[in-house]
């Protein structure tokens, strides 16, 4: 199965690049009007604002379920940031599609005994992009796939140590791949395509489609792959 991921931005259409199925993060809502999505099937499910998490299907109809982080934002002006995850079931096998919000590098990181479920505010803290972190990884397994952006690279998140992967025994098979690139034209892996070490979840022929964009030239990419299942 040929896939494509996207944290959307830059006023790109991913839907020009050949791909049996679309994973987008941050995309918005209004493309759902797109002419080309009545052909097609899809689920959508709005973060804040009018942006949210989208699957599209060319072929197949989709059996999609919707979580709510625990720990989220109540009312948030910042569209990009996130809230809740998509579970595409096929079979037994599962790809979460998650958007997860990114802290605000003035922000403290607050303490256990400092946590609340939800927070009102316009500024996203650590303790925020941490347990929405944790609760996603907590939800692989073996016949799972996770696609998201973790806004860190894999060497700062061993650092950081709170979502380390090596220590859930889980693989990002874009470790060194350049998805996001900065104003300084510093190519980051952030984007992340997770499965356990153990998992018979084939990835291969990954592509970062370094495209042209309407309103920026930084940011992240579309992403293609090929997803096989054993």
């Known amino acids: 199965m040929k896939a494509l991921m996207f944290s959307w931005n830059g006023e790109v259409d991913a839907l020009q690049f050949n791909s049996d199925i679309y994973f987008l993060q941050r995309w918005k809502e209004r493309f759902t009007k797109d002419v080309r999505d009545k052909d097609y099937n899809y689920h959508y499910t709005n973060n804040y604002g009018k942006r949210g998490l989208c699957i599209i299907d060319k072929n197949n109809k989709l059996d999609v379920e919707v979580g709510q982080f625990n720990y989220h934002i109540k009312n948030l002006t910042d569209e990009t940031q996130g809230q809740y995850w998509q579970t595409l079931k096929l079979g037994k096998y599962k790809i979460i599609n998650s958007s997860i919000c990114y802290p605000d590098p003035e922000e403290p990181i607050l303490q256990k005994s400092e946590m609340i479920n939800s927070f009102d505010s316009g500024r996203v803290p650590y303790k925020i992009y941490y347990e929405q972190g944790k609760e996603l990884l907590s939800m692989i397994d073996d016949n799972t796939l996770i696609l998201t952006d973790l806004h860190f690279e894999d060497s700062e998140i061993e650092q950081q140590k709170v979502l380390s ?66």
């Open 165 to 230: 992967l090596k220590e859930r025994n889980i693989k990002n098979h874009l470790k060194d791949f350049g998805t996001f690139t900065n104003k300084n034209n510093y190519n980051a892996s952030l984007d992340k395509i997770l499965t356990t070490q153990n998992s018979n979840i084939k990835i291969s022929n990954i592509d970062v489609i370094k495209c042209e964009k309407e309103e920026s030239s930084y940011g992240h990419w579309p992403i293609s792959f090929n997803i096989q299942f054993a």
